[in-house]
Antibody, heavy 121, light 107 residues
Framework: QVQLVQSGPEVKKPGSSVQVSCKPS????????ISWVRQAPGQGLEWIGG????????DYVQNFQGRVIISADESTATFLLTLSSLRSEDTAVYYC??????????????WGQGTLVTVSS | DIQMTQSPSILSASVGDRVTITCRAS??????LAWYQQKPGKAPNLLIF???VLERGVPSRFSGSGFGTEFTLTISSLQPDDFATYYC?????????FGQGTKVDLK
């Protein structure tokens, strides 16, 4: 099974940006369907958006339009989540997840270990 | 967007109990539904996809059923390792969405 290794925890000020990385081990990078899901403290799971490098297109849920960029760096075989204009409500664990059927809209069969992003002044 | 509603939010049960969690979709999603188990401080773990297909390595006491708008996750005989929070997720719509979760705790 593909393993997803994420970057470490981040503490950010309101209004700033954060970038979280995710590196898969195994699988074909360009055809991997990777999404990002977040979980605020004590709350449920929220899909943010996803990408398939082969299709060179990322899609995002309406709530995050304009503040989020999901990208794929083929040179380092790494997926990136960039979230800008951070506010306290963005404090959450961010997971990268893989589409089990190779599609962007899919169930998720592999999860990264999670990256805690704390937004605090 | 499709909304997913789970019930109950909290389920208190004993080891050996048969446990059923329900997930309802705001419109038909065929059988494009997955179930996950999450333990505190850990990432969720896929249990079932396509409403009833057991992920490799998941114990057979877990089963899923349903089609359209109503789905169930059943644990036939609850084990100590099963106390956790369970989420359903639809992947029919352009935007995947999760239910709010059902916490299974010790009665």
């Amino acid at each position: 099974q593909v393993q997803l290794v994420q970057s470490g925890p981040e503490v950010k000020k309101p209004g700033s940006s954060v970038q979280v990385s995710c590196k898969p081990s195994g699988g074909t990078f360009s055809r991997s369907a990777i999404s990002w899901v977040r979980q605020a403290p004590g709350q449920g799971l929220e899909w943010i958006g996803g990408i398939i490098p082969f299709l060179n297109q990322a899609d995002y849920v309406q709530n995050f339009q304009g503040r989020v960029i999901i990208s794929a760096d083929e040179s380092t075989a790494t997926f990136l989540l960039t979230l800008s204009s951070l506010r306290s409500e963005d404090t959450a664990v961010y997971y990268c997840v893989r589409g089990g059927g190779g599609k962007r809209v899919d169930f998720f069969d592999s999860w990264g270990q999670g990256t805690l992003v704390t937004v605090s002044s | 967007d499709i909304q997913m509603t789970q019930s109950p939010s909290i389920l208190s049960a004993s080891v050996g109990d048969r446990v059923t969690i329900t997930c309802r979709a705001s419109k038909s999603i065929s059988d494009w539904l997955a179930w996950y188990q999450q333990k505190p401080g850990k990432a969720p773990n896929l249990l079932i996809f396509k409403a009833s297909v057991l992920e490799r390595g998941v114990p057979s006491r877990f089963s899923g059923s349903g089609f359209g708008t109503e789905f169930t996750l059943t644990i036939s005989s609850l084990q100590p390792d099963d106390f956790a929070t369970y989420y359903c997720q639809q992947y029919d719509d352009f935007f995947p969405a999760f239910g709010q979760g059902t916490k299974v705790d010790l009665k």
